[in-house]
């Protein structure tokens, strides 16, 4: 971190570092590079969402076919208050989406959840 104290005081950094700093326009250049807060905010909150194996599970599952709650309980092995949690988090972060049938809900991953399991 010391190197980066100096460079900003206009001492020595290493020259591969100035020269891409150089290119990018400065080190307001990179910052204009840098997405928006709302962005970065949306990115960490899918990232969160995909950091909890339970959920992820629970994406996998729905990668492969509709179901319903019940279906997903035991696949997913948690208690009803815990599977409307993930539920609700993976709906947020828009990875899957559900649908009322009669007096069923059925969950199905959406495009986004797709791409996120993509290798």
């Known amino acids: ?6 460079a900003l005081n206009g001492q020595a950094m290493p020259t591969s570092v100035a020269s891409a700093l150089d290119d990018a326009g400065g080190v307001r250049g990179l910052m204009r590079r840098i997405p928006a807060e ?4 949306r990115v960490a909150g899918l990232h969160q969402s995909l950091a ?11 990668s492969n076919m509709d179901l319903c709650p019940c279906v997903l ?23 899957i989406k559900s649908r009322r049938t ?6 199905s991953i959406t495009n986004e959840g797709e791409k996120a399991l993509a290798p």
């Open 38 to 41: 709302a962005k970065l905010k």
């Open 1 to 6: 971190m010391q190197c980066c104290d100096k």
């Open 52 to 62: 909890d194996h339970t959920r992820l599970k629970i994406l996998w599952a729905l």
């Open 102 to 107: 009669r007096n069923w809900r059925i969950y």
């Open 73 to 95: 309980k035991v696949i997913a092995d948690v208690s009803d208050s815990k599977l409307s949690y993930h539920l609700k988090v993976l709906e947020s972060a828009r990875l």
